[in-house]
């Protein structure tokens, strides 16, 4: 089973419209992909719960192939806490998303430690945008790991192309850091994958941008690293299902 762990689901965005669910699925089911992990765009500029209910309805229009994941704005306090347990609870998503360039907040903000904490209890993974200084630079969310170390933590672009040997070198560190591949260079992911091994890497395509060739590009560079089969199929679908309690994987 593959499994996008980065992707992006949203009506309209500025003078972007977004694509219909189905559309999504389509284009990801073309070029292999069985299952998607779908991400706001809206919902890192104003009202995190509406576009979080927004997102819950265009997940409900494919449920079998688009797993959604919410967010929060930390400067509500303890109702981004709230809410945060209201979307895995009562939305079912499976996991919160966070972009703190875009929602301009610092991951040392407090509120971020009472959400990492109810991720944990929850068993949910957070994932942040990464690679991208003051707020997203990857040290800092590997930071917030390593001050919880029950919670789950994704570098949702493996430091990016200035960032990456950050994202290595963490990730050697804490055993709940994972790196999802979409934004780091080919050279990056071939070398995270020889000194981590495949079982923290999670492929991801941030589809919902771009078009069907960019999913395959991202794909193919999955298939092209120097890896067996079976490590290859971690990292395409069986580490995300494992992340999420998804059979079949």
Not at 70 to 94: I, N, S
Not at 138 to 147: I, M, Y
Request: hydrophobic share 40%.
């Amino acid at each position: 089973m593959v499994i996008d762990a980065h992707t992006h689901l949203f009506v309209r965005w500025m003078d972007l419209k977004g694509v219909k669910p189905s559309e999504m699925v389509d284009t990801l089911k073309s070029v292999g992909v069985d299952k998607a992990i779908a991400f706001t765009l809206d919902g890192f500029f104003s009202d995190c719960p509406g576009h979080n209910d927004e997102l819950a309805s265009l997940v409900a229009e494919c449920p079998d192939e688009l797993i959604a994941f919410g967010t929060v704005d930390p400067y509500q306090g303890q109702a981004a806490v709230k809410e945060v347990t209201r979307c895995v609870e009562q939305l079912g998503m499976k996991g919160m998303k966070f972009h703190p360039w875009l929602q301009a907040f610092s991951v040392t903000h407090a509120t971020l430690d009472d959400v990492a904490e109810e991720c944990a209890r929850l068993g949910v993974p957070m994932v942040f945008h990464d690679g991208t200084p003051p707020y997203s630079s990857t040290p800092q969310v590997a930071n917030l790991a390593d001050s919880h170390p029950e919670t789950k933590v994704i570098l949702g672009h493996s430091g990016l192309h200035d960032q990456w040997p950050d994202a290595l070198r963490w990730t050697e560190r804490l055993s709940n850091l994972y790196l999802c591949t979409c934004g780091a260079p080919f050279i990056a992911l071939q070398k995270m994958a020889d000194r981590l091994g495949p079982d923290r890497l999670l492929y991801g395509s941030d589809a919902g941008w771009a078009s069907r060739e960019w999913v395959l590009y991202h794909l193919e560079t999955i298939q092209s690293l120097s890896l067996s089969e079976a490590d290859k199929a971690k990292i395409l679908g069986g580490n995300a299902a494992k992340l999420l309690g998804i059979s079949g994987g």
